[in-house]
């Protein structure tokens, strides 16, 4: 008998990842389901958890399930990286869940729920995610939907730390939190000189304001930063802002939404399986929204390594 592993963040959304887990326990054994549950108590535990439910469980898991945000599933995959033949799936309960937009999750937590139990016996489909390493960091971290240096990693820092975050996930604006932020880091933001190889090609830009590395479109609560990546075709989208006024960012976020920045002549965007970003300045690294360190990073495809229950 196979059985379904929740990973739960119970510090996802200001506490609601865990108050939906408690009503959605309430619809898994009135169907009568096979599951285990699991909590997490501190930051990095849902990976912990994830590695020991592959290692433990391996023949008994029917998918590995993330309920929280795009930090749970980063997490959660990073956990997973090394059992590719287990399914892991994913219930939208976090700020941003920028994963849902990009790998076909029902958007509302419980129709991502029924959806994982009735197809819960379905093979998943195999997934590209990223794999990286920043300096002085020995052990490689493994992202799903994007990594990023400079600003938008200044933002995700300060988005992480917000207290206003947790009062706008209770009224279910948890993603303003991050376009708060970047009106916050705007004014105050140093701009730097990057030397970006793509694929053993070096390009070198002036006064930048980040990069982001895209293996699906979406990042920062819905951002459209990289319309034409996809999660399946072993490509990064790379994406530089650079030698771009203030003011003119911030047109550049009011059409990020729709994916329109792309018109802009101070935004460039590449495609490569293999990525190096250094610069002379101390930068910031975040992947999947996560903090983990600062430049020089490598990233490198890891070509359909997950599989995914998702539409």
């Keep these: 008998m196979k059985l379904l592993f929740f990973i739960v963040n119970t510090k996802a959304g200001n506490g609601k990842a865990l108050k939906l887990w408690e009503r959605m326990k309430v619809e898994l054994e009135q169907q009568k389901i096979n599951y285990r549950s699991f909590y997490t108590k501190y930051p990095?535990?849902?990976?912990?958890?994830?590695?020991q439910i592959g290692s433990m469980f391996d023949d008994k898991i029917e998918a590995v399930i993330a309920v929280g945000g795009d930090g749970t599933i980063h997490e959660v995959v990073n956990g997973m990286v090394d059992y590719p033949q287990v399914k892991v799936g994913y219930i939208p309960a976090g700020s941003g869940n920028d994963f849902s937009r990009g790998f076909s999750v029902p958007k509302a937590p419980f129709d991502a729920l029924r959806f994982i139990v009735k197809n819960r016996h379905r093979k998943g489909r195999l997934f590209d995610i990223g794999k990286t390493r920043v300096r002085g960091v020995t052990k490689?971290?493994?992202?799903?939907?994007?990594?990023?240096?400079?600003?938008?990693?200044?933002?995700s820092k300060l988005t992480n730390e917000s207290k206003m975050k947790k009062y706008l996930n209770k009224i279910k604006l948890g993603s303003l939190a991050y376009v708060g932020?970047?009106?916050?880091?705007?004014?105050?933001?140093?701009?730097?000189?990057?030397?970006?190889e793509i694929d053993n090609q070096t390009i070198h830009y002036n006064k930048v304001?980040?990069?982001?590395?895209?293996?699906?479109?979406?990042?920062g609560g819905g951002m459209k930063i990289a319309p034409k990546a996809s999660p399946r075709d072993g490509l990064f989208d790379v994406t530089i802002v650079h030698n771009l006024s203030r003011i003119k960012l911030l047109l550049v976020f009011l059409t990020v939404f729709l994916g329109k920045h792309t018109g802009f002549k101070?935004?460039?965007?590449?495609?490569?399986?293999?990525?190096?970003?250094?610069?002379?300045?101390?930068?910031?690294?975040?992947a999947d929204g996560e903090l983990v360190g600062q430049l020089p990073v490598q990233a490198e495809v890891q070509h359909q390594k997950i599989s995914f229950l998702v539409k």
């Design 181 to 196: 932020a970047v009106f916050r880091v705007l004014f105050t933001y140093k701009l730097t000189d990057v030397t970006i």
């Design 266 to 286: 101070e935004i460039v965007q590449h495609k490569g399986a293999k990525i190096s970003i250094q610069s002379n300045t101390k930068m910031l690294v975040h």
């Design 44 to 51: 990095t535990h849902a990976e912990e958890l994830a590695r």
């Design 209 to 219: 304001w980040f990069v982001t590395v895209s293996n699906q479109p979406y990042y």
């Design 140 to 155: 490689s971290k493994y992202f799903v939907s994007s990594l990023g240096t400079g600003f938008d990693a200044a933002v």
